[in-house]
């Protein structure tokens, strides 16, 4: 307890020299979060009404716009609780809570990390393949395995780890969140397992945004050329004037 009667809570003497301890950061880190939450519910729970209701829209892109939905749409339910925890010194809610909260939230970070990586994937190969490469590919059977799996490698990355004593899942007395607890000695070593696997399936999507932009020129200045060819052609070929009828 200092002075003020307030309750201080001793990090190990190991333990990085930052801790989030000022209430003005807080308070701003939990305005955006209110303001992610209040406009990523109902924006997800739209794109999922228009998916569901429009045949036009229920395409093998948009089962991904949808697995994408749902993951943010976790996220952001329980965003509000992670507000609770940045304006408190202390988790004022049952453990088992906080714990739950901050696998929901890495688990659909991670999971929309993984969704936006196949969403990339989905378009580099519908534009550089035929049709018939990309029917057999986004099969059902290969639909539902892509979209399983966007759940299953964040939910095994997140609850993994912990069960091999690599860092615990709960309240962060250092950033004041529900994530990885900052008071086990491994703390580090999850975060940064957890962290490196979003870095992943960003260089997925950066390289096939890439090879898209680039299979695009590639085609725009075949394109290009085509056209010129036709054009030389068509002037070099002298024109025939039609015979004078005797």
Not at 6 to 17: F, G, I
Not at 47 to 72: H, W
Not at 129 to 141: A, G, I, N, P, V
Not at 215 to 223: D, R
Request: hydrophobic share 50%.
């Amino acid at each position: 307890m200092d002075t003020n009667g307030v309750e201080v809570t001793n990090l190990p003497t190991d333990s990085p020299v930052y801790v989030l301890e000022d209430l003005t950061v807080r308070k701003l880190w939990s305005v955006m979060a209110i303001l992610v939450a209040a406009v990523g519910i109902p924006g997800n729970i739209l794109v999922m009404i228009a998916v569901t209701f429009s045949k036009r829209l229920q395409t093998k892109t948009n089962a991904f716009v949808v697995n994408l939905a749902c993951s943010d749409l976790a996220a952001c339910l329980v965003l509000p609780f992670q507000v609770v925890a940045l304006l408190n010194d202390s988790w004022p809610l049952p453990d088992p809570l906080c714990t739950f909260v901050a696998v929901v939230v890495w688990v659909g970070l991670g999971s929309s990390v993984v969704n936006l990586a196949l969403i990339a994937f989905n378009r580099f190969t519908l534009i550089t393949k035929s049709r018939t490469h990309y029917d057999q590919l986004y099969s059902k059977r290969n639909l539902v395995l892509m979209l399983a799996s966007a759940w299953i490698i964040p939910i095994v990355l997140v609850t993994v780890p912990p069960l091999c004593g690599l860092g615990r899942i709960g309240y962060s007395e250092r950033y004041k969140l529900c994530s990885a607890d900052s008071n086990h000695p491994l703390s580090n070593v999850y975060s940064f397992i957890t962290s490196a696997f979003v870095g992943v399936p960003c260089l997925i999507i950066i390289i096939h945004v890439t090879s898209k932009f680039i299979a695009l020129f590639e085609l725009k200045i075949a394109s290009c050329f085509r056209t010129t060819n036709l054009e030389g052609k068509t002037r070099a070929t002298p024109t025939q004037r039609p015979s004078k009828v005797k």
